[in-house]
């Protein structure tokens, strides 16, 4: 060696390592600032960003539009909302026979909605019918709507000593008059 030079060890005249660490930074962010605009161009339809800006406006105006239209015509369109029909109460019934038909309507003609086997138990909201030989039932109790359907009242009977629900009419206690008994009037006196 002689003494004027300078051996520089493991430098094998490629390019220095902090060239290569920025190139592959900018690599990295390319391609992902790639990724990013791929995104967008799916998400915007194939718009670029110039129709997708307008095509936001568009829609933005036509909602305003609207949003006043409705505004002018709301009081004639808009009415009360309906208030829920609270659902009667259920009365446990069990079917009694092999297999027990429930209905669309109270009529042996209706469309037939199920057939129950014997021992299910049904939820009975009513007795209807002229003579009273249809019940009402609660097809799915566990709604807090009515989905109603008709069986016949010799097709189930009464569970846990439930009263047969009726048509029948408590009436008003009624009253009995007292005894009057006049008192005769007193004597007048003069003075």
């Known amino acids: 060696m ?10 094998s005249g490629g390019l220095p390592g902090w060239l290569i660490f920025l190139i592959a930074v900018a690599i990295g962010l390319g391609a992902y600032y790639t990724w990013l605009g791929v995104q967008d161009y ?19 105006s036509a909602t305003q539009e609207r949003a006043a239209t409705f505004t002018a015509v709301a009081p004639a369109l808009i009415t009360l909302a309906v208030t829920p029909t609270p659902v009667p109460p259920c009365q446990d019934f069990a079917v009694a026979v092999t297999v027990g038909i429930v209905r669309d309507r109270p009529s042996t003609n209706a469309a037939i909605l199920e057939q129950l086997p014997q021992g299910t138990t049904v939820c009975v909201i009513a007795r209807i019918g002229e003579d009273g030989e249809w019940y009402e039932l609660d097809i799915n ?23 047969t629900p009726s048509r029948t009419v408590t009436r008003p206690p009624t009253v009995t008059p007292v005894p009057f008994t006049p008192t005769p009037p007193a004597p007048l006196t003069r003075p």
């Open 2 to 11: 002689s003494r004027g030079s300078i051996t520089r060890y493991g430098s």
């Open 42 to 60: 799916v998400r915007a339809g194939g718009l670029g960003v110039t129709e997708a800006t307008q095509r936001a406006d568009l829609i933005a």
């Open 141 to 163: 109790p566990r709604t807090r709507r009515l989905d109603a359907g008709y069986m016949r009242q010799d097709l189930v009977e009464a569970l846990n000593p439930t009263p």
